[in-house]
């Protein structure tokens, strides 16, 4: 922790002083950058919602292509299925009816920790974005305080 200097002396007074409305100023720029580099992502994800919606209502505003779409679908899903078929005849001419159980029970499995990887990664994400917005709330109020002190 940093002496406080001498009160009889006015100038270490003023450069101490002076030195710590440095710091305080170099923080408030870190802070303003901070937030503006927030601003930046949260514009693009803003962004990217948008775009999402729009792609959504170009969907469901052509019509009658929706059921060439839904055709198209229809064909990869059913190639899907006959793929996991022909895979399962595979398996089963290799290693047995038992193997085709555990497959299923591995692809359960897998589904499951898949939506508990996702639902902690949106845990994160909520407690990163609200990390952020305290960040953010906090450096907004040092500017106003600085503002109105008129440090800055």
């Given at each position: ?18 030195g ?20 930046a992502?949260l ?15 170009e ?7 929706m ?16 793929q996991?078929?022909?895979?399962f ?8 009816r038992?193997?085709i ?10 589904r499951r920790?898949?939506?508990e990887?996702?639902r ?17 709330l ?15």
């Amino acid at each position: 922790m940093a002496q406080l200097p001498d009160p009889s002396d006015p100038s270490k007074v003023v450069q101490t002083a002076l030195g710590g409305i440095r710091e305080a100023i170099k923080a408030g720029r870190d802070i303003k950058e901070t937030a503006k580099e927030v601003n930046a992502f949260l514009d693009e994800e803003a962004r990217a919602r948008v775009n999402f919606k729009r792609r959504q209502q170009e969907v469901q505003r052509r019509g009658d292509m929706m059921y060439i779409d839904a055709i198209n679908e229809y064909r990869i899903l059913a190639d899907i299925r006959s793929q996991k078929d022909k895979a399962f005849k595979q398996i089963e001419r290799e290693f047995g009816r038992r193997a085709i159980q555990e497959v299923n029970d591995l692809e359960v499995r897998l589904r499951r920790e898949r939506k508990e990887l996702q639902r902690e990664y949106d845990k994160d994400r909520k407690a990163s974005r609200n990390e952020w917005l305290v960040i953010i709330l906090i450096s907004a109020m040092i500017y106003g305080i600085l503002k109105a002190t008129k440090v800055w």
